[in-house]
């Protein structure tokens, strides 16, 4: 399963002005619902955590975002620029218009939906909006890779019960400018974090580091540190697993981060390796045995570690430490 990339423009300016009031009250009315309606991620600049100049990554976004949702509101130079944009690289577009005004350019080609100006009775704009973001979802080619920002994007509006960062190099994997940010977020909605990587001398101050940005949810840091020779028997790169609540169609969703110098490209694993690799690292993660639990998510029954409660004498520590 892809994750969808959706990138949502409008007018910007300044916070007091007109337009910055009307894209909150159409992200709020709009966008929002009709995003929690599909358990769909957007980004939008407002949302944007990543350094660096922002319209840069604006551009970015639009010339390989899945689909854009674009607000003509007011005939906005800036949000014209991008929309020639993103018609640049012939990307899917939808365009949202209030009632009564003229576009600067014929749309009549692109999806296009037209919204009372004071947002008001939306029921029908947010079914439309609904419609052709599904409509276009299915034209989109299958991904391949994914970049660190769309894996970070995925992190940060992901649902699920815990995630397993497996890497082998721990530095690397908790100096992400954006990971205490990210992190904070999903501890607020219960999630806990287990990182598994081999020990090395370098490893206490990471930990450290860790402890320091779990310092408010102690319970949701659980650290497994193994021997370098064991852990590299299991694992050749940096690992991400989302481990879902319960037992869902999907149990886990695993990512793998390729090789390569710039450490910028990931892929997803497919379902069986997926569920392969789950109860290869479950028994480390959880504490429990592997082979059991692996027969029992074949069979399609809950996961021990997400149904029942754990007995005091087997329960991981929240900390190896």
Sequence with gaps: ??????????????????ERKHTNL???????PVMNRLNLPYNHPLKMMYLGKIDAQVEQELRSADLVIADLFG?????????????????????????????????????????PPELEAVDVVKQQLEEQITQGLKTIPPRLLYTRKDIEQFEAGVECGAIWVISPDLQHSSTCPFLKEIVQQNLR?????????????????????????????????????????????????????????????????????????????WIEVDRAGALDFYSRFFAVATGERAQKNRGRLR???????????????????????
């Design 1 to 18: 399963m892809n994750i969808p990339r959706i990138f949502v423009i409008g007018p910007m300016r300044e916070p007091t002005s007109e």
């Design 26 to 32: 159409l992200l709020k009315e709009v966008i929002d």
């Design 75 to 115: 005939s906005n130079p800036n949000v014209m620029y991008e929309v020639g944009i993103r018609l640049g690289v012939e990307r899917s577009c939808i365009f949202l218009i209030p009632e009564g005004q003229r576009s600067p350019f014929d749309i009549s080609a692109y999806r296009k939906i037209i919204y």
């Design 189 to 265: 909605q219960g999630i806990t974090y287990t990182f598994i990587f081999p020990e090395t001398r370098q490893t206490q101050s990471v930990l450290d580091n860790l402890n320091q940005m779990f310092a408010d949810h102690p319970g949701r840091l659980i650290m497994k540190p193994m021997s370098k020779t064991s852990f590299h028997k299991m694992a050749v790169s940096h690992y991400l697993v989302f481990v879902s609540n319960g037992c869902r169609e999907e149990v886990a969703r695993v990512f793998l981060e390729l090789p390569t110098g710039s450490r910028e490209y």
């Design 299 to 321: 069979a399609g029954q809950p996961e021990r570690a997400q149904q029942e409660p754990r007995k005091e004498s087997t329960a991981p520590k929240s900390s190896t430490l």
